[in-house]
């Protein structure tokens, strides 16, 4: 495709009564590619991914997906598209078992979705599917377990494959490793660099060693303007990403490679 760039925003802005939280931002996401997201608190990043899926509409600005304007675009259009988001928390139905979430993502697919009248037999002619999905994420031996009895990192990649079960073509995920020990935020990184193998990935994350280490290109905001833009050896020694982080921030940027 002559344009490389899957997703763009030109001068993207949200005001809410006077305060600015996201100001004239231009995002260019390369197919292809994770794009992380990052900035201190209050920075704008999740205002921003909210405006992206059109949970929040622009003031002013312009989004662009596959060179199309999809600015007035609702929710659901945009999903239909391919731009499929996870949440910070995880948002799994926690009594069913992982197979069947797995399984209600991908009702979807035939072509009236969320039936959940429709006859078990019908159904499970989407576990071959489903299953394929909890292998691509490492969950097929968790199968039959209700998503309450996953770890919260196990839990994360459910979400993930319910999220590829949408067959997107644009993956954003919101905080994927948030609130995650050592053990699973190595797991999820894995996996996130393993699904990005061919789609692209768009982030918002707070934990640097994982920026660090499969991010192509970041995107730098502070309070809702973007600071700086490159790899992360670029932006890690760019001095004013230095100050805005600052502290114990400040240190975690230069440690984690």
Not at 178 to 203: C, F, P, S, W, Y
Not at 226 to 231: K, N
């Amino acid at each position: 495709m002559s344009n490389p760039y899957i997703l763009e925003t030109r001068a993207l802005t949200k005001e809410f009564k006077g305060f600015v939280a996201v100001s004239k931002v231009d995002l260019q996401v390369r197919r292809g590619s994770i794009h992380a997201l990052i900035g201190p608190n209050g920075a704008g990043k999740t205002t921003c991914f909210n405006l992206l899926t059109k949970f929040l509409t622009p003031t002013s600005g312009q989004i662009l997906f596959d060179g199309q304007d999809i600015t007035n675009e609702t929710s659901a259009h945009i999903a239909r598209r391919g731009v499929i988001r996870s949440f910070q928390i995880s948002s799994v139905f926690p009594h069913l078992t992982v197979l069947e979430n797995v399984r209600v993502a991908l009702q979807r697919t035939l072509n009236n979705s969320f039936q959940f009248w429709r006859s078990e037999k019908v159904l499970d002619q989407l576990n071959g599917q489903a299953m394929d999905l909890l292998r691509e994420v490492d969950l097929e031996k968790y199968a039959a377990l209700t998503a309450v009895e996953l770890s919260y990192g196990r839990k994360r990649a459910l979400e993930i494959a319910t999220t590829l079960a949408m067959n997107p073509t644009l993956m954003l995920l919101d905080e994927p490793t948030q609130g995650m020990g050592l053990e699973d935020v190595d797991r999820i990184r894995q996996l996130i660099k393993k699904v990005a193998a061919n789609r692209t990935v768009l982030m918002v994350e707070h934990n640097m060693s994982v920026v660090a280490s499969i991010a192509d290109t970041i995107t730098v905001l502070q309070r809702g303007a973007t600071l700086a833009e490159g790899s992360y050896e670029q932006v890690s020694k760019n001095p004013a990403v230095i100050e805005a982080y600052m502290g114990s921030a400040n240190v975690e940027l230069k440690g984690a490679h």
